[in-house]
């Protein structure tokens, strides 16, 4: 992992986030500067449901690297996690949230009218109640790619790439911004138009087989992502807008259709996809994974 690490500073990478907490990773994240998103396992969830585990799994984790690590976020909304942290006074370094997708939106098109749908309505409410009153952000995936491949007659490839010139009827240049700004317009109608969106993951295959997986369109959806990200959308122009990059390796075992497998800028042996050739950003920007 501390190759990994290495591998993220050479290349001036500040942000990442862990699915879970890796012991090996959290001591090769010590001192290293880099902020961090904390996930809890979808397995571990149900046993964080009891105080005493919640608070043990903050100590273990959170607490006990706390002083060299930067920890940023931590994906769930459990009310236990974040008695926790704040038990730990890491309240004011460390804020508690969790993460979804554009798929629990009911409507999205035009981005104004965006809502989310009955059947997320009953569980959103208090998970948005839950991240107003922390002060914290919502973490979304957002990915023009799957929008772009499940409505190719609504939806052209320039638009999914940051390519299209002109706003269009919406007053929407790009998908990406259409995406976001839905999700902001849906918090607004469950009453949260403070809450502030990360976006936890965003990226572009670079091949498997499918529609418009090719290194050229993933190098030229990264290249335009960052460079959009110092600026802001529609609805919330005052950037920069906080982006990670998913991901920083292909994953060779991942299950499901090829494409998952090819979402990396360099490979297990840490060589890096012709991808990241091609999006290599300005010097001045930096990536978040």
């Known amino acids: 992992m501390q190759a990994v690490v290495d591998l993220y500073k050479s290349n001036r990478i500040d942000k990442i986030r862990l699915y879970h907490p890796d012991e090996g990773a959290l001591q090769a994240l010590r001192g290293s500067n880099i902020e961090v998103i904390l996930g809890v396992p979808n397995d571990q969830l149900q046993s964080l ?36 942290i704040s038990a730990a006074n890491l ?17 999205s098109y035009p981005p104004n009218v965006a809502v989310f749908s009955s059947s997320a309505s009953s569980y959103i409410r208090p998970i948005v109640n839950f991240l107003a009153r922390n002060g914290a952000p919502l973490l979304a995936n957002v990915y023009p790619y799957f929008a772009y491949v499940n409505d190719q007659q609504s939806i052209s490839l320039d638009y999914a790439l940051f390519t299209e010139h002109g706003n269009n009827e919406a007053g929407y240049q790009n998908l990406f911004d259409a995406l976001l700004d839905s999700l902001y317009a849906a918090l607004e109608k469950v009453g949260a138009p403070n809450v502030t969106v990360v ?18 369109n ?27 990059l998913y991901a920083m390796f292909d994953e060779n075992q991942k299950q499901g259709q090829e494409i998952q497998q090819h979402f990396g800028l360099f490979r297990l042996d840490k060589s890096p996809v012709p991808t990241f050739e091609i999006m290599r950003p300005n010097p001045k920007f930096k990536l978040n994974f």
């Open 218 to 244: 993933a190098g030229t959806y990264y290249r335009n992502l960052i460079s959009h990200a110092k600026g802001g959308t529609p609805k919330r122009p005052n950037g920069p807008i906080e982006i990670y």
């Open 91 to 107: 309240q004011c370094q460390v804020k508690v949230s969790t993460a979804i997708d554009t798929t629990l939106l009911g409507y």
């Open 49 to 84: 449901i009891n105080v005493a585990n919640a608070t043990n799994w903050v100590n273990k984790y959170v607490k006990a690297y706390s002083q060299n690590v930067k920890f940023k976020y931590i994906a769930v909304a459990l009310e236990n996690i974040q008695n926790a």
């Open 199 to 216: 976006v936890s993951e965003s990226g572009w295959p670079s091949e498997g087989g499918a529609v418009a997986a090719t290194v050229q």
